[in-house]
């Protein structure tokens, strides 16, 4: 008994990482897709989909995750504990932050399964809560054992976190408010001979100012 | 047996923003323009691609491709 | 108002809007006493049925009948408080006719609000205008005087709109009221369902709403003594002649457009520009035989539209006039719909090197690729209906006339030629702020 208690407290524990895995692929193909780009070799609704796919994959892991923690005699957490924030006995702050995530986790993925019909506005408020969801998982997991502050481990953390950095940080400074790139086409495609390297001062000049210098 | 009345698909151009997913899961009623934007058929969903052209609502990653009843444009 | 000896001889009419040519607005208390006070109807929905009698069409360039606008913003407004706004934001460039009826008589704009709102059941107002400072501070002057002489039941504020050409438009002018940039939103749901704050929105032109206030006192077989059956009434047009004279005159609907623009008079006229910059051109000798009205103007690819008629001088090219226009209608996008803001600098930068727009009077010609016209075709059928608003139709509609009206024009530019002397511009292009995202 004691044996098959360690087993589930270990299977809780693999399948946590697996989780990390997963979600830190789903955070960064939720940007590819932003981004409207594609993964070689699949077709553009490639990415949409394996983003899909994999986020339904780490619901699955995250349930065996949560009952193999509870239903092992290891250590005691209840259901209460794994959902609710903040009321496990047992490392409460750090399995509350793994509640909150689980919750917010709970959020995204019902939203996305009807978000025909809650229409865009309402998804796309929900969605954003993907930025907090993985960072509040990544602490619970950083937090609640000491798997991932050694080892190999280690370095997948670091390197999940660095790429989910490096793909936010890609995502908010990268395309131009539409309305602003108006003037740079329409100088774009004028024709050769009045075509300007599109500088602050062109794109700041008045209407009048433009008109003028083309008499 | 009474016949459902007919779907038209729609985009909304200003949540469009290109990404092309519709045309690849869709080609019988969409293909893209030379910008990269759909180009929506204005024709009735054919029953047997109802259920293809709901799926593909709900793939738009920008939730722009929509499903009406109507045919006629409400633009101002 | 004009110089010119008209074509056909009008008859005399008493201007109905427009104070006589020289005179200033009137104050409020001369307002009252010249029209009476203001003709509340006591409900909802009274004033509908004189509406759909008199046959009143929106002047701020659609023609859509205001009894349906009416009636739709009271049924919307089922259990919510409805908006009405006074739309005279007018930022179509070569136009005058709002900003001059705001300041030349307010107080019939202001009574039309009054009878509109009290028609869709709301106590809430916007003037929403085009005008600069000192006349937005004046006609708030005059709403504060009305409201405090008890003359307003609906409480109107002034809103200013940003000078962009789509400004005016009905989501976007929602939008702007809301506290959000003027741009335009996808409909459904239209403004007469979800507009101003979500709210049941009636957007009405000024100049429809000055109508509406003396229909509210005269009755619908007054409204219809002049105009045709079909389209009854006057309508308030900025006439920019070919000698370069802007006049504004109130005409009845039907007049012959030789009575409103001198054709033949002066520098002459090879073309006229009917309903705007989403217009359409027409030739001179056509536009000569023609009347101010849809029934005359549709079949010809034109509309009365917002009452902008412009004469296009002999001396200048309408394909330079056309590129500068194009090219600022693209700067006018919004956008925000891949379509319109693709199709249109593409089309005027195609335009414009077809005209040459670049060309120094004295450097040699640079023939343009003879594909140009394709492109053109094909950019223009792209871009029809694949906006969420009505600013790429609108443009399309303008530059397939210029091709099909200058099309010997089009024929000697490809050619390396061009056989008007004036460079010089003629139709204005705004000058606008900065493009900035705040000016939304």
Not at chain 2, 35 to 55: E, N
Request: charged content about 20%.
């Amino acid at each position: 008994m004691h044996s098959s208690s360690i087993a589930l407290w270990y299977a809780s524990r693999a399948t946590g990482v697996v989780c990390l895995v997963l979600t830190t692929t789903v955070v960064l193909l939720g940007v590819l897709v932003s981004k409207q780009r594609r993964l070689p070799g699949l077709p553009r609704f490639g990415v949409v989909h394996l983003h899909r796919y994999l986020s339904l994959l780490a619901v699955g892991f995250v349930t065996v995750h949560i009952l193999t923690a509870i239903v092992d005699s290891y250590v005691s957490i209840s259901l209460a504990a794994a959902i609710i924030p903040f009321v496990s006995a047992y490392k409460p702050l750090w399995l509350g932050l793994g509640a909150v995530s689980i919750d917010l986790m709970a959020a995204l993925i019902v939203t996305s399964l009807v978000r025909a019909r809650i229409g865009r506005n309402g998804w796309r408020v929900v969605h954003w809560v993907a930025y907090a969801a993985w960072p509040i998982a990544v602490l619970h997991s950083i937090g609640t054992g000491p798997d991932l502050r050694r080892g190999p481990l280690l370095w997948l953390t670091l390197g999940s976190v660095l790429a989910v950095l490096a793909a936010i940080g890609w995502r908010a400074f990268g395309a131009k408010p539409r309305a602003q790139l108006v003037p740079e086409l329409v100088a774009a495609h004028a024709p050769a001979a009045s075509r300007q390297p599109v500088s602050h001062q062109r794109r700041t000049k008045t209407y009048q100012g433009i008109e003028a210098a083309r008499r | 047996m009474a016949t459902k009345p007919a779907i038209h698909l729609k985009v909304n151009p200003i949540a469009c923003s290109g990404h092309g997913v519709c045309a690849e899961l869709l080609p019988e009623l969409i293909s893209l323009d030379e910008w990269g934007y759909p180009l929506v058929s204005d024709k009735p969903v054919p029953a047997g691609l109802a259920r293809q052209a709901k799926r593909t609502v709900t793939d738009c990653p920008a939730l722009a491709l929509l499903i009406t009843r109507k045919e006629h444009d409400e633009r101002a | 108002m004009t110089t010119f000896t008209p074509a056909v001889d009008l008859p005399r009419r008493k201007l109905r809007l427009l104070p006589p040519p020289g005179q200033p607005a009137i104050d409020l208390a001369e307002h009252l006493a010249r029209y009476g006070p203001l003709p509340y109807r006591g409900g909802r929905g009274l004033l509908i049925d004189d509406v759909r009698a008199a046959g009143l069409t929106g002047r701020g360039g659609a023609a859509f009948p205001v009894h349906r606008k009416l009636t739709a913003v009271l049924r919307a407004a089922d259990g919510r408080r409805p908006v009405v706004v006074a739309n005279g934001a007018e930022g179509e460039p070569a136009s005058a006719k709002d900003k001059s009826l705001l300041l030349l008589a307010p107080h019939l704009v202001l009574d039309g609000i009054q009878l509109a709102a009290e028609a869709v059941g709301a106590d809430e107002a916007v003037l929403y205008v085009g005008t600069d400072e000192r006349g937005s501070t004046w006609l708030t002057s005059l709403i504060s005087q009305r409201r405090a002489a008890g003359v307003d039941l609906a409480a109107v504020r002034l809103i200013m709109a940003p000078p962009r050409f789509i400004a005016g438009q009905e989501s976007a002018l929602a939008n702007r009221i809301s506290g959000k940039p003027a741009l335009p939103s996808f409909a459904p749901p239209r403004v007469y369902q979800r507009g101003v704050d979500g709210r049941p929105t009636l957007v009405q032109n000024v100049e429809t709403l000055a109508h509406l206030s003396l229909i509210g006192r005269y009755g619908p077989s007054w409204f219809r003594a002049v105009g045709t059956a079909d389209e009854p009434g006057t309508a308030i047009c900025t006439l920019r002649q070919a000698d370069g004279r802007v006049d504004l005159t109130e005409a009845p609907l039907g007049s012959p457009l030789a009575s409103l623009l001198d054709l033949r008079g002066g520098p002459g006229c090879t073309a006229v520009l009917v309903g705007g910059y989403h217009g359409a051109w027409l030739p001179a000798a056509t536009a000569a035989e023609l009347t101010l009205s849809n029934a005359d103007l549709k079949p010809h690819g034109a509309s009365v539209g917002a009452g902008v008629l412009a004469a296009l001088p002999q001396d200048r090219c309408g394909l330079r006039e056309t590129a500068r226009v194009a090219r600022y209608l693209a700067l006018e996008s919004a956008g925000q719909c891949g379509p319109c803001r693709n199709g249109l600098p593409r089309i005027a930068g195609a335009l414009a090197e077809l005209a040459d727009l670049s060309h120094p009077a004295d450097a040699p010609w640079r023939r343009p690729d003879p594909e140009i016209i394709a492109d053109l075709r094909r950019w223009a059928g792209l871009v029809e209906r694949r906006g969420a608003c009505a600013h790429p139709d609108g443009t399309v509609r303008f530059v397939a006339s210029a091709l099909r009206v200058f099309g010997a024009e089009v024929g000697s530019h490809l050619r390396g030629r061009c056989t008007k002397p004036n460079l010089w511009p003629f139709l204005p292009v705004a000058a606008g702020p900065t493009q900035e995202q705040d000016w939304w």
